[in-house]
């Protein structure tokens, strides 16, 4: 199924999601690239990869929705039917949403509900919860909310700063993001109630990850 995703920077996700989808049997195909930033880093690994890839500075757009429809055509030219966000700081308008309703991906560094939006690790830390994890979820009009396809569980240790916790939260968003996507290629997912369910068995709906001690 061919996917693009949009990034904003480092790209340490969209790097994990094109490693999956060279593996032999991979469902899902990046297919193209975009980032709102010319200066993101992670515009290299699809360089690198020989994934087609494009620059859309926002600030060259009135409103939020001609930027949009503009993505929204992009991908319709590369004929993406899946979309993955992966660290795209932009706030995406309704319409948007709805264009790619459950065809839209996003992960978000918390087990949501708990702690949406911007800062997630250190407002985990201040609320000492014992663990948190990633999630990747459905998206909807609402920032950080939508039905979850994946989530993964890593320890909250009592020294961790929000960098040691945000590191060993990536970990298991670099195995996450692949498996969910696999998962949404594979047409197995359906919503149903706003809740996602996997028409096979022998599919994992849950996924626990508790990296290696540091
Ligand atoms: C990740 O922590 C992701 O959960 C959040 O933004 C970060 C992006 O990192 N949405 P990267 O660009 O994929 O390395």
């Known amino acids: ?3 693009a995703v949009l990034i904003s920077g480092r790209g340490s996700n969209l790097a994990a999601l094109i490693d999956a989808c060279r593996r032999p049997g991979a469902r899902a195909e990046i297919a193209l690239v975009i980032s709102n930033r ?3 880093a992670g515009l290299q690994h699809a360089r690198a990869a020989g994934i087609p890839t494009e620059t859309v500075d926002h600030r060259r757009f009135e409103t ?3 930027y949009d429809r ?4 992009r ?16 706030v995406l308008s309704g319409w948007f949403a709805e264009r790619w309703r459950d065809r839209l991906l996003n992960i978000h560094p918390s087990l949501l509900p708990a702690f949406p939006g911007l800062d997630a690790h250190r ?5 000492g919860v014992r663990f948190s994890g ?6 909807r009009a609402e920032v950080d909310a939508g039905p979850i396809v994946v989530q993964g569980v890593v320890p909250v240790r009592q020294e961790d700063t929000p960098e040691t916790l945000a590191a060993r939260v990536l970990q298991a968003e670099h195995r996450c ?3 969910a996507l696999d998962l949404v290629a594979s047409g197995r997912v359906r919503v149903v109630d706003e809740r996602v369910l996997i028409e096979d068995a022998a599919m994992p709906a849950t996924i626990l990850i508790s990296p290696e001690p540091e």
């Open 1 to 3: 199924m061919r996917t």
């Open 38 to 40: 010319p200066d993101a």
């Open 64 to 66: 939020r929705e001609d």
């Open 70 to 73: 503009h993505l929204s055509d």
């Open 75 to 90: 991908f319709e030219a590369h004929r993406v039917a899946l979309v993955c966000l992966a660290g795209f700081m932009r």
């Open 123 to 127: 407002r985990a830390l201040a609320a």
């Open 134 to 139: 990633c999630t990747v979820h459905f998206v």
């Open 177 to 179: 993001y692949p498996v």
